[in-house]
């Protein structure tokens, strides 16, 4: 026999190099849901099993950084869900998958499910927060949508009861749990939601696993929920549970307790807000009187100060300020001069020179009657000052209207007549002339 030259000749771990890099390229990450068996686990904390159906089985491993934590006990006979790495042990030519998680099969599979339905409705922007609408700051008619006999609704019932009694609240009866539970849940939020009775709407439940809580992880009732034209608040379960309906929901509390207390405030807040505002608003009423007072103050100030008596007055006070001014003026130069003569006074018994003096005293005789001439003109520009002022006050006044020629009638007491309305026969009378008065009666 004659070898081919061209023919390729592989060793086994070449043969199987190859076919396990073919594997790992075909098949990166796979879901296997099967049943367990030949459960090992070493002493070097890898876990071996096989993962089996009526037909076929595939050997599987589970290293120790991944096998140690794991939420059960793997045991014969156990159905899972698992995903791993399709791969080839090259020293013994066994295939195998290589898992990187591994779990009861029921409620994984139900996981899985939540997972894939969560991404998909967050894609169609259903989750988004822009979309989400705010509670009305006073909720006066809640509608509560969940079982009438759970330990839920008698948790917001309490609550709200505590917090604020005024709160019209109605218990809308439906089963939380069931094959009918998700389309009853979703029919009554419509039907709510579309009556305009309520301001908000409560959907809760208590706790329990996810297959309990799995009517409410419905996608006709999630986008009922995105859909309503009420805010809607969702609390199911407990703390660590989350729901579609918690995502799509306007708001979501960790328990039901939590939501009634989000729901409404509470009444003594509300007392203590209510007499913060009534002492504000009396503070706000006295500081508006007492600017009210004020302005009036201001404005009589005002009318008196264009009454022409008072202007007569406040120009009094002017020239008389303007006289003790000049005369301060007069006397403080007076006494620079006096000092100053008392100096040259020095200078000359100092020097005796009698020329200087007789200069001297010429000067002084000179400068005697400038400063006269000089407090004469200050004065007499006061005096036409103020007598033109008195020619404008003589104008505006009613005594330069009757020396025109008219005449001003007053009753006895002094009260000016302006209509002959105001006076009877018989009234004695007084009429203020140019250069008198008059008595008159009336006939």
Known sequence: MFEDPARDVLTPS????????????????????????NVTRPASGHLYFTLKDARAQVKCAMFKPKSQWLKFVPREGLRVLGRGRLTLYEARGDYQLV?????????????RAFEELKARLAAEGLFDTERKRPLPAHVQRLGVITSPSGAAVRDVLSVLARRFPLLEVDVLPVPVQG???????????????ASGRYDALLLTRGGGSLEDLWAFNDEQLARAIAACPVPVVSAVGHETDFSLSDFAADLRAPTPSVAAELLVPDRSDLGNRLQGLQRRLATLQQHGMRQAMQRADRAVLRLQALHPKARLQLLQRRQQEAHRRLESLWREQLERRRASLRHAAAVLRATQPKRRLAMLRERLLALGPRQQAAIA????????????????????SPLA?????YALVTREDGSLVRSVTQVQEGDALRARLGDGELKLRVE
Not at 14 to 37: H, I, K, M
Not at 179 to 193: D, K, N, S
Not at 401 to 405: D, F
Request: overall charge negative.
């Open 377 to 396: 003109r200050e004065l007499q520009r006061d005096a036409m000052k103020l007598g033109g002022l008195a020619r404008s006050l003589e104008a505006v």
């Open 401 to 405: 209207t009757v020396a025109r020629g």
């Open 99 to 111: 898992m990187d998680h591994l779990e009861e099969a029921g409620e994984g599979a139900l996981r």
């Open 179 to 193: 094959e009918t539970a998700a389309a009853q849940i979703t029919q009554m939020l419509r039907r709510a939601g």
């Open 14 to 37: 070449q043969l199987n190099t190859l076919a396990r890099d073919l594997l790992e390229s075909a098949f990166p990450l796979v879901w296997v849901e099967a049943e367990l068996g």
